[in-house]
């Protein structure tokens, strides 16, 4: 009893350091929401601080108004983190699955082709030329999707659990006749469990914050997923008024809130993320540590 | 040779519903990894998008692209900026996630585990876009909160966004501030597998926490340190473009220190149009990645012989 409480005391140095760091990590956020609750004039006068001198919702309000094209840009985000994660865990769990079996005579060879690609890579101008020449992948949501479907990572990450699964268990399927696609979607895959929502966590994440394939392939601004549409808001805040819909609260205060529209939709775009967040933080730990122990 | 192309149809025809597993896989590995692989010719073309990778004539004299590549300079300071700045990101990053990691490890209660897990976790879900208009609010002029700060104490405030020297300071604290929560995770994974009894039998010997780190947890956790820390030098030439296109953008007064390799090549390719530039230095990326990760994978096979990617 005495021992354990010398030893909180003597932690209490380590708690104080961990605390202060998980507070700078918290802080930006913190400061982003109370620039968008600033009132413009404030922003405009002090700069942006830690408590809104006045707090004031003009921003969001102006946002609300102007959803249409939030509005678009969550549903592209959306229909393709949805769609992609979906289609990417089946691509993936499918193909890891001859690559974990031996008695498939070239899974050495696939195994390589798949390697290879993390090894060497063609570089950003000749993807780029192959997508918009050769696939003319542009201006649709396969553009956002087909590129990540067979993340060679996490291709290795399954093999690599259904290498633990007994090989008696798909012997005796076989004779009791049972086909191998069967044997897949019966046995491997939900045996698979805990790796398949892993890497499900990963992809979903990776989709909802890309942007990368929308600056390559998309040039229709409407096609535009959040994370993109951010940027054009952020670095372009004329998009908002140009976009045809002059609204009444942004004439009536006769200046266009910009500074707090850029931390408006901010938090728009992080929304979604953050209420998620709690949720799976455990899942996605204990994820990290399964890629971590690599066989 | 006839009996190996037999063997080889009849194991394909065996096997025939496991190869179809494979197969939507290979099929996109195929267009978006090998298909640009072949690619990486353009740089020795004069490349047009009308006639393509194939189509295009070469250039002559062949090397070109390159020529123009290195008398610019600016691929010169690229290439240096990208090596400095990784290097920074690798050394800091070690300390920072190690450090995070042993500190976690002391910590007992349940709740607040989770709390600073939270916390220092959270910068990893969200997207460098989102951190690039982090780093606005925090550094813009005229109104960003560190100046709002400096003016609360009456000191001058600062131009960030005007000074390259102090964006390598800024970089490396975002780039800490984003990945140590996902980093650190590595290591705690590391340290959960040490023998309990090895600390046990150092506390019965009366080891203090600082000589248990010291002498059982630093060097059991060195083989996942040297394997993650060789494995990032194997990526040394790639710069995650995200970061730095989110955070500098086309700001041209930073250039000195942090234009980067990625962000070189995307400026020729999408805004200049000087594809042949572009692929130049992409080549020359793509050629000394591969051989700075096969040496590395070699160093990290030979120091930890289960720790090397392949």
């Given at each position: 009893m005495f021992n354990k409480a010398k030893q909180d005391l003597s932690n209490l140095p380590i708690a104080a350091i961990l605390l202060l760091f998980a507070l700078v990590c918290i802080l930006p956020f913190w400061l982003v929401l109370s620039g968008s609750l600033t009132a413009e004039e404030d922003i405009m006068a002090?700069?942006?601080?830690?408590?809104?001198r006045n707090l004031d919702f003009t921003a969001y309000k102006i946002l609300a108004n102007d959803m249409s094209r939030i509005l678009s840009g969550y549903k592209i985000s959306l229909i393709v983190t949805v769609g992609g994660t979906i289609l990417s865990v089946f691509v993936i769990a499918l193909a890891a699955y001859p690559l974990s079996q031996e008695r498939v005579k070239y899974h050495k060879f696939l195994n390589f082709f798949v390697l290879f690609t993390m090894l060497f890579t063609g570089g950003m101008v000749p993807w780029f030329i192959v997508c918009r020449n050769i696939l003319h992948l542009t201006d649709s949501i396969w553009a956002l999707i087909l590129p990540y479907l067979a993340n060679a990572w996490f291709i290795f990450l399954t093999r690599n659990y259904y290498r633990g699964i007994p090989i008696e268990l798909v012997e005796a399927a076989k004779i009791d006749g049972a086909g191998e696609y069967r044997i897949f979607f019966r046995i491997m895959f939900p045996l698979a469990k805990p790796v398949i929502a892993t890497i499900s966590l990963f992809i979903c994440l990776n989709y909802w914050n890309d942007w990368w394939l929308g600056i390559m392939l998309i040039d229709n601004v409407d096609m535009q997923p959040l994370q993109l549409l951010l940027r054009t808001i952020t670095s372009n805040i004329q998009f908002l008024s140009s976009?045809?819909?002059?609204n009444a609260i942004a004439q009536a205060s006769s200046t266009i809130p910009s500074e707090g529209i850029k931390m408006a939709t901010c938090m728009a775009t992080i929304g979604p993320i953050i209420l998620v967040y709690p949720f799976v933080q455990k899942y996605f730990v204990k994820g990290i540590m399964v890629g971590a122990v690599k066989g | 040779m006839k009996n190996k192309f037999m063997s080889f149809g009849k194991e394909i025809n065996k096997n025939k519903a496991l190869y179809s597993m494979f197969l939507p896989a290979a099929i996109i590995l195929i267009l978006f990894n090998y298909l640009p692989m072949f690619g990486l010719v353009t740089a020795f073309k004069d490349f047009n998008f009308g006639d393509g990778i194939f189509g295009s004539p070469w250039i002559h004299p062949i090397t070109k692209n390159f020529e123009y590549l290195f008398a610019s300079g600016s691929a010169a300071k690229a290439t240096f900026n990208t090596i400095f700045l990784n290097l920074l990101f690798i050394l800091f990053g070690l300390v920072f996630e190690l450090g995070c990691a042993l500190m976690f490890q002391e910590l007992h209660k349940k709740k607040f585990k989770s709390v600073v897990q939270f916390g220092i976790f959270l910068p990893y879900f969200i997207s460098w876009i989102v951190v690039g208009l982090f780093s606005y609010n925090l550094f813009n002029y005229e109104h960003g909160s560190l100046n709002t700060l400096l003016k609360l104490f009456g000191a001058t405030p600062v131009n960030?966004?005007?000074n390259p020297t102090l964006w390598i300071i800024i970089l490396v604290i975002f780039r800490l501030w984003k990945m140590t929560g996902y980093g650190m995770i590595m290591y705690i994974a590391a340290l959960g597998g040490i023998d309990t009894s090895y600390y046990e039998a150092a506390k019965i010997d009366g080891a203090s926490r600082w000589q248990q780190i010291r002498y059982i947890s630093l060097p059991l956790v060195a083989p996942t340190a040297i394997t993650l820390l060789l494995l990032n030098c194997g990526k040394?030439?790639?710069?995650?473009f995200g970061m730095f296109y989110s955070?500098?953008?086309?700001?041209?007064?930073?250039?000195?220190t942090t234009d980067v390799l990625d962000t070189f090549i995307y400026r020729n390719l999408r805004l200049n149009g000087d594809v042949g530039m572009a692929s130049a230095a992409g080549f020359y990326q793509s050629i000394i990645s591969t051989a700075i990760l096969l040496i590395m994978n070699k160093l990290a096979r030979k120091y930890s012989p289960d720790g090397s990617l392949f």
């Open positions: 002090y700069g942006y601080g830690l408590f809104p976009a045809g819909n002059v | 960030w966004y005007e040394i030439m790639n710069a995650d955070m500098i953008g086309n700001n041209a007064q930073l250039y000195s």
